[in-house]
């Protein structure tokens, strides 16, 4: 392999380290799934196909962008969670490739590091097609467009690209902003133009949207509650981090800092370097994703945090390094750099080496042993034990006996005062039934907001299922807070407890 040109080279380690992350994240698919989050992946996107309207119809905090794709992959094949988890995976491919770009003018040791240092982090988030995969996604091939050989092709897909990116998570808006006005800088005006015309096309159907759905529908989804009323509800203090937890955050800020001192040190340097442009713009949007470690102080959003900085991390050592004293032999310190990172990550993290040794099977007991697929008609769903997953399949069973194709289904907690979490899978594997709620999935003062549309929402349905087990729900955050008496009113003088399946209970109307 060393004897072949550069180029296909580079074109046959990157096959080889594809293999590898597909080869290495396969068990993801056969993963235990979110009933709340990975639910609604699958629910949204089929409603969307049958003519609803996110923000109008039911509530999402996120952008637009992941949930169309989703709905037209969903049109191609069949809604269920191997689809969804081929689009996470699909994501998490375009994320290491992007990066792959990104570093390799720095040398080819650092690309392959950087990559397998990214996708360690990515690997125990799962397969999910999360928005925040997506967005990033996005955003780093619209920096790695931006930062190539100019041309109004690859400047009008940079901005097509951005604006994306912000269709999925509108909240990297400042990270987007901030690297394409740093690489844009180096361009000419007219390249610029096309970069904004990209953009506006990308952003058009946002427009669009909030015509359809209603301009303050979007506003409050996107911006009021999940910024300024849930919010609270959801962070977490710094006493729930475990102490190599609260390191690694730390540790992720130095590692953001040194990035992007490196990248201005070398754009000092060389400004006219379109490798020096485009590190410094990767390194300015790992800078602008740090916020969401901020929403949700936990190992999952710390993750997804980590993974951009500490992959662009051994190569802002090397800028460095070679800043200080030249090296006779490049590829032996870039080797040395990227192995001083996966120490130091193995020293913060530990949990992370033994998830991923356990995830290729040379760990111990695999953390989907454990996981049991629940099977209803064509679909399926992953629980957390071969008991939860026949106490589901008993209650779709019987919710099969009792109810009419077209009636409307509401599913929530028992006690409906409080509004954290919900069983949105549920929607996703009855699909004869209209779910009869704005509120697919529940989210603390929102849902049992004062005058909230919960209890109107509950009247309209034929059917309800309440779980008793989400009224465990305790974290430390106003999510502990009760809402109104009236959703809980409205059960009682409407409905009639019909079934008991395990902590499910089914209500009928009167």
């Known amino acids: 392999m060393l004897s072949l040109p550069p180029s296909r080279r580079d074109f046959a380690i990157a096959i080889i380290l ?54 037209g992959v969903y049109s191609i094949s069949h809604p269920g969670i191997f689809s969804a988890r081929t689009v996470g995976l699909a994501y998490q491919l375009a994320i290491l490739a992007a990066i792959f770009c990104i570093v390799r003018p720095r040398g080819l040791a650092l690309a392959i590091g950087s990559v397998l240092i990214a996708h360690l982090f990515l690997l125990p988030t799962g397969l999910a097609p999360r928005a925040w995969t997506g967005a990033l996604a996005f955003a780093l091939w619209s920096v790695v467009f931006a930062a190539g050989h100019p041309s109004s092709r690859r400047i009008f897909c940079a901005g097509l690209f951005a604006a994306v990116a912000l269709l999925y998570r509108p909240d990297l808006t400042p990270a987007v902003f901030l690297s394409a006005c740093l690489l844009l800088f180096f361009q000419s005006g007219r390249l610029r133009q096309i970069y904004l015309v990209g953009l506006g096309v990308g ?66 340097t060389d400004s006219g370097s379109r490798s020096n442009s485009l590190f410094a713009a990767a390194a300015i949007l790992a800078l602008g994703t740090t916020h969401q470690t901020l929403q949700r102080m936990d190992s999952g959003h710390l993750t997804l945090c980590c993974f951009l900085a500490f992959a662009l991390f051994p190569a802002a050592l090397t800028i460095l390094a070679d800043r200080l004293k030249p090296a006779e032999n490049s590829t032996i310190r870039q080797l040395l750099l ?16 033994r998830f991923a040794r356990r995830g290729i099977g040379i760990g111990g007991p695999s953390p989907n042993d454990n996981v049991a697929f629940l099977q209803h008609g064509r679909r399926t769903f992953p629980m957390n034990s071969l008991e ?76 309800l299922i309440l779980d008793r087990r989400l009224d465990e729900w305790n974290e430390p955050n106003e999510s502990a807070r009760f809402g109104p008496e009236a959703p809980n009113l409205t059960v009682q003088s409407n409905f009639t407890l019909v079934a008991h399946e395990g902590s499910y209970g089914i209500y009928r109307k009167k």
């Open 18 to 71: 594809l293999l590898g992350v597909v080869a290495t994240a396969a068990p993801g698919y056969y993963a235990l799934a979110q009933r709340m989050d990975d639910g609604a992946l699958l629910v949204y996107p089929e409603l969307i196909l049958k003519g609803w309207l996110p923000y109008r119809d039911f509530e999402t905090y996120y952008g637009p962008g992941n949930l169309y794709l989703l709905a």
């Open 203 to 268: 952003l058009l159907p946002l427009l669009v949207l909030a015509f359809a759905a209603g301009f303050q529908n979007l506003f409050d989804n996107l911006f009021l509650y999940p910024v300024i009323i849930t919010n609270p509800a959801r962070k977490l203090p710094w006493s729930f981090l475990s102490p190599h937890l609260a390191t690694l955050f730390w540790f992720l800020l130095l590692a953001v800092l040194i990035n992007l001192g490196a990248a201005f040190l070398a754009l000092r």
């Open 338 to 353: 990227v192995m001083l990172t996966f120490l130091m990550i193995t020293f913060l993290v530990p949990g992370l080496i």
């Open 388 to 463: 939860i997953a026949r106490e589901s399949g008993d209650l779709l069973a019987k919710m099969m006996d009792l109810t009419s194709p077209g009636q409307r289904l509401f599913v929530g907690p028992a006690d409906l005062r409080r509004t954290n979490y919900n069983d949105t899978f549920l929607y996703h594997l009855m699909p004869q039934l209209i779910p009869s709620t704005y509120f697919l999935e529940m989210n603390p003062l929102s849902a049992n907001r004062p005058g909230s549309r919960l209890s109107s929402d509950i009247l309209s349905a034929d059917w």
